[in-house]
């Protein structure tokens, strides 16, 4: 397993991690989740980082939201996401992250040990990622594992980080509307 020590001394566990079930682990192996993915899952399971900004998740729970978003979803392999509803999934090998606020894929360069270690460990990423937004915008509520923060009006109905506000919703729901709103194609950088 890849040793993901930077990542948790810079962003700690924010919640009691909870195992994922033997049938969630189970359907990592049906679904060829790839070995690193698996690993890391397995390790950490249902567990929060981050003041709960970063969230794992299971990859067959995002496998028909990245459909809508035009990517091969049964090929992208969702590990984490943040409270605002970007997923970051492994595809052949590499790391890419799907930004549902500005429909925006961002493209796999790192593979996962380096992705977690470095590039999700710099300020960079976070601030790509909205972490100052969502400073601004939590509430005390905490978010279960299928909420997110989303943003209202969303970017392409006219809405901005100073004139809309984030209130919480289902992600599978938020995301799929965020996709049609983006005619269901991820833009690329």
């Not at 399971?45 to 035009?70: I, K, M, N, V």
């Not at 509430?139 to 919480?168: C, M, R, W």
Request: some cysteine; overall charge neutral.
């Amino acid at each position: 397993m890849c040793d993901i020590t930077e990542f948790l001394e810079k962003y700690p566990r924010s919640r009691k991690a909870k195992p994922f079930s033997a049938r969630e682990l189970s359907l990592l192996s049906d679904d060829k989740a790839p070995p690193v993915i698996a690993q890391f899952l397995q390790t950490e399971g249902q567990c929060a980082y981050h003041d709960d900004f970063f969230l794992t998740t299971l990859p067959r729970a995002h496998f028909q939201t990245l459909s809508e978003w035009g990517l091969n979803g049964k090929q992208c392999f969702a590990f984490m996401r943040t409270a605002l509803g970007s997923i970051c999934y492994s595809h052949n090998g590499k790391i890419y992250q799907l930004d549902p606020i500005s429909g925006y894929l961002y493209k796999g360069r790192f593979d996962f040990c380096d992705f977690m270690n470095v590039l999700a460990t710099m300020d960079s990423f976070l601030e790509s990622a909205y972490f100052d937004v969502y400073k601004t915008s939590k509430t005390n509520q905490i978010l279960e594992y299928d909420d997110v923060y989303g943003l209202f009006p969303a970017l392409p109905l006219g809405g901005s980080f100073q004139s809309s506000h984030f209130k919480i919703v289902k992600m599978r729901e938020y995301l799929a509307i965020s996709a049609q709103l983006y005619a269901g194609k991820a833009r690329q950088l």
